[in-house]
T-cell receptor, first 115, second 114 residues
Framework: DQQVKQNSPSLSVQEGRISILNCDYTNSMFDYFLWYKKYPAEGPTFLISISSIKDKNEDGRFTVFLNKSAKHLSLHIVPSQPGDSAVYFCAASEDSGGSNYKLTFGKGTLLTVNP | DGGITQSPKYLFRKEGQNVTLSCEQNLNHDAMYWYRQDPGQGLRLIYYSQIVNDFQKGDIAEGYSVSREKKESFPLTVTSAQKNPTAFYLC?????????????FGNGTRLTVT
C-alpha cells in the first residue's frame, strides 16, 4: 500500500526550460511535505518543504505547489540546469505540529537536464 | 563541519553472518533514523529513535536490530534473519519531529551479501 506515489520514473528536459515533478498521496492525514534530491551513491539532500496550511512555497529556482483537495503536489524547477540532474524524492508526514517522527517517501523520479 | 558519518561506504558479507553498520552524527540532533533503498523502491524506514535509550520499529524492521546508547550514535545490525539484506542503507537525523524540520542524511553504506 503505497501512500506516496511518484508515477513518473523519469523525466527529461532541456536546459533553461521548466521541470515539473509530480507527487500524489493517499493518506489524508499527511500535512507536511518535502522534496529531496539525490545523486548516485550519496544521501538525499533536502530541497524544499510545504505545510498543509499553504498552497505554494518558493525558494529560488524551486517552487512547490500543494493541492490538498486533489492530494497532489508538484515541484517546479525554473530554469532547469544540468546540475539539477538527479533523482527527486517526494516525502510526507502526519501531524506537523505534534510529535510524529516518521517520514514516508515516494519511489523517486529521475530528472535528466540536457545541455 | 557538522554532519552524519556512515562507515564503511561499501561492505561485503557472506550469507548467514550478522553485520553492523555505523552511523555517527555531530549535529546534536535528538532523533535518528535508518532507511533502506532498493532499486525502484524508494526509501523505506527500518528503525528510528527519538531519544537516547529509546527506539521504535519502522515499516520493515524484521531482521534488523538497533541500539541508541549515545546521542551521537545509532548503529544498525543486519542479522542473518533478514532475507534480502543486499541494499543501500541510509542513516538520518533531525533535531525535532519531522513536521518541524527535515531529515539530514549521511552518504550511505552499500551492503552486499553473497
Amino acid at each position: 500500500d503505497q501512500q506516496v506515489k511518484q508515477n513518473s520514473p523519469s523525466l527529461s528536459v532541456q536546459e533553461g526550460r521548466i521541470s515539473i515533478l509530480n507527487c500524489d498521496y493517499t493518506n489524508s492525514m499527511f500535512d507536511y511535505f518535502l522534496w529531496y534530491k539525490k545523486y548516485p551513491a550519496e544521501g538525499p539532500t533536502f530541497l524544499i518543504s510545504i505545510s498543509s496550511i499553504k498552497d505554494k512555497n518558493e525558494d529560488g529556482r524551486f517552487t512547490v505547489f500543494l493541492n490538498k483537495s486533489a492530494k497532489h503536489l508538484s515541484l517546479h524547477i525554473v530554469p532547469s540546469q544540468p546540475g539539477d540532474s538527479a533523482v527527486y524524492f517526494c516525502a510526507a508526514s502526519e501531524d506537523s505540529g505534534g510529535s510524529n517522527y516518521k517520514l514516508t517517501f515516494g519511489k523517486g523520479t529521475l530528472l535528466t537536464v540536457n545541455p | 563541519d557538522g554532519g552524519i558519518t556512515q562507515s564503511p561506504k561499501y561492505l561485503f558479507r557472506k550469507e548467514g553472518q550478522n553485520v553492523t553498520l555505523s552511523c555517527e552524527q555531530n549535529l546534536n540532533h535528538d532523533a535518528m533514523y535508518w532507511y533502506r533503498q532498493d532499486p525502484g523502491q524508494g526509501l523505506r524506514l527500518i528503525y528510528y529513535s527519538q531519544i537516547v535509550n529509546d527506539f521504535q520499529k519502522g515499516d520493515i524492521a524484521e531482521g534488523y536490530s538497533v541500539s541508541r546508547e549515545k546521542k551521537e550514535s545509532f548503529p544498525l545490525t543486519v542479522t542473518s534473519a533478514q532475507k534480502n539484506p543486499t541494499a543501500f542503507y541510509l542513516c538520518a537525523s533531525s533535531p525535532r519531529p519531522v513536521g518541524g524540520s527535515p531529515l539530514h542524511f549521511g552518504n550511505g553504506t552499500r551492503l552486499t551479501v553473497t
